[in-house]
């Protein structure tokens, strides 16, 4: 068994069919995201980044927990603040695009929409990714966001797939 050739093969899919998963949950075992969106696999920090990838395209959120789920297992995610870290952006034509942790590029849209709530008095940007998976733009991206904003009264906004995006 060639486990990069697995690794290289799981990585190309887009999507997996979580939501026909439902293994019974493993015992003994976690998986935690720190503030910073690192991967730590029983308190041992996982450094590979196409490992990242693979489970992060195998979390779920059931309730308000996360999972990360295959057909024959359920391990619980302990998430400090989101699954994903936004850590750049770039702007094509009239859209917005974002860079995960991951190194994977996600379009603004009505379907993956930019949201920010205010926590400890903060603003706290986040894009929805997928089905309640969420990455938290870091302080410095946001704050390079908001300058290049345009201003429509007192709300500050960007233009991103024909669909505003309020930034306070």
Not at 105 to 113: D, E, M, R
């Amino acid at each position: 068994m060639d486990l990069k050739a697995i690794e290289k093969s799981l990585l190309q899919l887009d999507e997996y069919p979580l939501e026909q998963w439902n293994p019974k949950l493993c015992e003994g075992v976690r998986f935690d995201i720190d503030k910073d969106a690192n991967w730590f696999y029983n308190g041992s920090k996982i450094e590979r980044l196409n490992m990242i990838k693979l489970f992060s395209k195998l979390v779920k959120m059931e309730g308000e927990s996360y999972f990360i789920v295959t057909p024959s297992e359920k391990i619980p995610v302990y998430v400090v603040n989101e699954v994903f870290s936004i850590i750049d952006f770039k702007k094509e034509n009239d859209d917005y695009f974002f860079k995960t942790n991951t190194n994977e590029w996600v379009k603004l849209t009505k379907h993956s929409p930019l949201i920010v709530e205010t926590k400890n008095n903060q603003p706290y940007p986040r894009m929805e990714l997928n089905q309640n998976i969420s990455g938290l733009l870091t302080r410095s991206l946001f704050y390079n966001l908001v300058s290049e904003a345009q201003d429509n009264g007192d709300k500050s906004f960007i233009e991103s797939d024909k669909t505003l995006f309020y930034l306070n």
